[in-house]
């Protein structure tokens, strides 16, 4: 049975107490321990869906079996195979946030995993290319239902001081879906029969099914119950992970005093829906930085060289099976490790710095990507090759640096409780829909104008530096209830 709640405000507040606290941000308690060995497989591996669909794609694009299945498709054809997956990740966007705030954030998880296992299904059954199709919108129609929730549980269930740890983790398991994805592609591409791309695709109900056993064990968002009055439970939830039991516990206390104090005002507040975001300058602000953020997570060149390496590789003089899936297998590796450096460094180091140096690095990086493909098509030089591929690794550490850790975590710092939900689907919403416009402009636009069409990308990065610079504020060291200073 829950037991009574305080009733005493304690003195200092949880900011307070972290920074008198000089624990190791490593230091675990026994139920700290068990808690992250729930959270981590229930919430931290959704995105490695993200991630195994984009680098599986770019690896079959490059095996002779599921080309010869499918009929090559290219062009248009291949631009709408890739974008069928944010496609449907769209259409699920309006039920995301409802089934999230209204059941719960492990419903929401169990929901859209177990919709991805279906859609990875038919994916694998398929003998077509209508049907193919078909199940990868079904499995972006899961998905958003799963990344919608997954980050905010994170961030309501972890401790104060792992808080932000473990959000820059989430979006790290991007690149584990696709190291994943790329290494099994290199190793069936040899098979000498439609397993050769079916393993592959069958292997992307994995992350889904680890999620599925997971969640069932986890606890909801202490959040999520004192929104909906079951305030015992939530006091419960914080003694049971945070302070091992101990009631009396000073951290706790004040979590669940700014905690509660902070929902009870948002209750208040009669206007419900994306409305919401309209209604004054400070939300007009957090949907500004929403959308620019989805946009950017998508429209930094990333996109074109995740889902089209087999095509980048070729044009610089890469070109057999083997040379591309285990190029495809390297950089996800290679990435995983440079993303989980980003992921720490976000405990040190402020968001706004990550943001612009981050930025620049990656306008700097992918101008020479550029340029060093340029030079290849025009004089076949294995020096320009050789500088290319280079760039690629560099072009991504630098993307990892500024985007990868903090694509979740900053929207789930920058939006009060009323606005949690709603904002990641909005989020979630306008990242599959830049990346449903890239998947199917970008392989019209290579092969219509060739290396010349990096340049747009090389534009758009100046655009993206100068929102960071002008827009994004600084969140680091606001705990989540206290966030709402760093607007005014």
Not at 57 to 70: M, P, R, S
Not at 194 to 205: E, I, M, V, Y
Request: hydrophobic fraction near 45%; aromatic fraction near 14%; glycine fraction near 8%.
């Amino acid at each position: 049975m829950p037991g009574a709640v305080p009733t005493t405000r304690p003195l200092l507040s949880v900011e307070e107490i972290l920074a008198k606290d000089k624990s190791s941000v490593f230091a675990l308690s026994t139920s700290l321990i068990q808690l992250y060995a729930l959270l981590a497989p229930a919430c931290l591996v959704v995105c490695a869906t993200n991630g195994y669909d984009g680098s599986v794609l770019t690896g079959l694009q490059g095996v002779a079996a599921w080309k010869d299945q499918f009929g090559k498709p290219t062009g248009a054809l291949l631009g709408i195979t890739s974008a069928a997956y944010p496609l449907g990740a769209m259409l699920s966007t309006p039920f995301s946030a409802f089934i999230s705030d209204r059941f719960g954030r492990r419903w929401s998880v169990l929901v859209g995993s177990f919709i991805m296992i279906l859609g990875v299904i038919m994916q694998c059954a398929s003998t077509t290319i209508g049907l193919f199709l078909g199940g990868r919108i079904v499995v972006g129609f899961g998905i958003t239902l799963a990344l919608t929730a997954a980050p905010i549980l994170i961030s309501e269930l972890a401790h104060p001081r792992h808080r932000v740890l473990f959000g820059s983790l989430y979006n790290t398991s991007f690149y584990l879906g696709a190291l994943l994805a790329g290494w099994v592609t290199f190793g069936s591409y040899r098979i000498p029969s439609a397993w050769a791309w079916r393993l592959p695709t069958l292997l992307q109900a994995g992350p889904a099914t680890i999620q599925m056993i997971f969640i069932w064990f986890l606890d909801e968002s202490p959040r999520w119950l004192c929104y909906k009055d079951r305030h015992e439970e939530a006091f419960d939830m914080l003694v049971k992970h945070h302070a091992s039991g101990d009631r009396e516990d000073p951290l706790v206390l004040a979590e669940y005093f700014e905690m509660s104090e902070t929902l009870k005002a948002e209750r208040d507040f009669k206007s419900q829906g994306p409305a919401q975001f309209l209604k004054t300058p400070a939300n007009r602000k957090r949907l500004a930085i929403l959308i620019t953020l989805a946009v950017f997570g998508q429209w930094s060149g990333n996109g074109l060289v995740s889902y089209y390496l087999t095509k980048i590789l070729s044009t610089i003089g890469i070109t057999t099976q083997r040379e591309q899936t285990m190029l495809n297998g390297t950089i996800s590796t290679v990435n995983y490790a440079t993303a989980l450096f980003a992921a720490v460094l976000s405990t040190k180091v402020g968001r706004r710095t990550m943001f612009l140096f981050g930025s620049v690095a990656m306008l700097v990086t992918f101008s020479s990507l550029t340029a060093s493909i340029a030079v290849y098509n025009q004089t076949k030089s294995k020096a320009a090759s050789q500088s290319a591929l280079a760039f690629i690794f560099i072009y991504y550490t630098s993307f990892n640096i500024c985007l990868n850790p903090l694509l979740f975590l900053y929207p789930t710092e920058i939006l009060p409780f009323r606005l949690r939900a709603m904002g990641m689907s909005i989020l979630i919403f306008s990242s599959k829909a830049a990346s449903f416009f890239n998947q199917f402009v970008n392989p019209i636009g290579m092969d219509a104008l060739g290396w010349k069409y990096y340049l747009v990308y090389v534009g758009w990065l100046v655009v993206e530096v100068t929102v960071f610079y002008l827009m994004y504020p600084e969140t680091r060291g606001y705990s989540l209830e206290r966030i709402q200073e760093a607007f005014g």
